[in-house]
């Protein structure tokens, strides 16, 4: 049976990547031009620097890829691209590109939605029934659990009303003055910690409910740190490493506790077997061992994504292009980004 290679394109916030799938789940190559020396001295993510770095790497990054995977264009079924959510002036380099080459090669277009990718990220190394699933994907601008009956049928259960599970950590990391991107370097000094050493709040919402609210504990870090009026003097400065471990330990594992028990709350809610978790934050070692403690109580499977694959990624893209090119979801040249979800 002739394989379906999809070629993807991914340029939704600070990585630009373009990679190789044959039939949804075999990565032929997957190559990623990363930015964070553009934008570690902002301590955030500049949209308009992004889509500059973007323009310069994105092109570099396809003849890798094709290289890598040992492919031309004859050899591919359609092209696929990110175009929703993101920074739309990121979103559109690749958008642009992909829709060119679509054009030029006479290919088909398939436009990915970002956060439903991180799901096929998930699995990339895995070949077993994973469905019916409660998917939790924690990003930087977006935390979100949906229910999955197959890689094109996601039903969202619960999101972010403020602040991501992933911005409070980068957010914390600013307070505590630590080396961007804050998720890394929140973790390595949490080890040294005492994640009890502060009672920072919970925020769980309605008793039953499935969404998310970090805003809360990113604030109650920074009152920790400046007083209750936000008057006193900022005492980072003058603290102890362990101090600032303790910090970050109660901090991540305040955030862990929230997403693990709406994680399993949503696996209760739709009879899910199997927990599913994609996203930058799910490479975070302690929500991994946490996650997997829990399901093992409960007798459920856990698959998270591999690390590699937990930042953006291209291989996610063409992987759920693969699903969507057999279900005839084809787009056209209008398709545009979208700084919201479709």
Request: aromatic share 4%; with cysteine.
């Amino acid at each position: 049976m002739t394989k379906r290679i999809i070629l993807g394109l991914e340029s939704s916030c600070d990585e630009t990547a373009a990679a190789v799938v044959a039939d949804g789940r075999e990565v032929l190559s997957s190559v990623v031009a990363s930015q964070v020396q553009v934008h570690e001295k902002y301590g955030g993510v500049v949209p308009e620097l992004a889509a500059r770095a973007h323009i310069e790497n994105l092109l570099p990054v396809i003849r890798g890829a094709m290289a890598e995977g040992e492919v031309g264009p004859d050899d591919l079924d359609a092209l696929a691209v990110a175009y929703c959510p993101g920074l739309v002036p990121a979103l559109l380099i690749a958008v642009t590109a992909a829709k060119t080459l679509a054009w030029a090669w006479g290919k088909p277009l398939i436009g990915i939605n970002h956060i439903h990718s991180h799901l096929q990220s998930v699995m990339l190394e895995h070949e077993a029934d994973c469905f019916p699933a409660a998917a939790l994907v924690v990003l930087g601008g977006h935390t979100s659990i949906y229910s999955c009956q197959s890689p094109l049928e996601l039903e969202m259960l619960g999101r972010t009303l403020d602040d991501a599970a992933g911005e409070a950590f980068d957010k914390v990391a600013t307070i505590l003055k630590l080396p961007y991107p804050g998720g890394p370097s929140i973790e390595k000094l949490a080890k040294q910690g005492d994640p009890q050493a502060i009672p920072f709040p919970r925020t769980y919402l309605d008793k039953d409910s499935l969404d998310f609210s970090f805003s809360g504990i990113k604030t109650a870090v920074l009152y920790h740190c400046r007083g209750q009026n936000m008057l006193g003097e900022d005492r980072v400065r003058q603290m102890s490493e362990q101090e600032k471990a303790d910090i970050a330990a109660s901090f991540q594992a305040a955030v862990i506790e929230v997403l693990v028990k709406k994680a399993l709350r949503a696996a209760d809610q739709v009879s899910a077997r199997t927990i599913l978790v994609g996203g930058g934050v799910a490479a975070n070692s302690a929500l991994r061992e946490e996650l997997q403690r829990r399901c093992d109580e409960k007798g459920l499977q856990l698959w998270v994504a591999a690390k590699k694959y937990c930042t953006d990624n291209a291989a996610m893209v063409a992987g759920l292009a693969y699903h969507k090119l057999l279900a005839g979801m084809i787009d056209d040249l209008t398709l545009e980004p979208l700084a919201i979800q479709s």
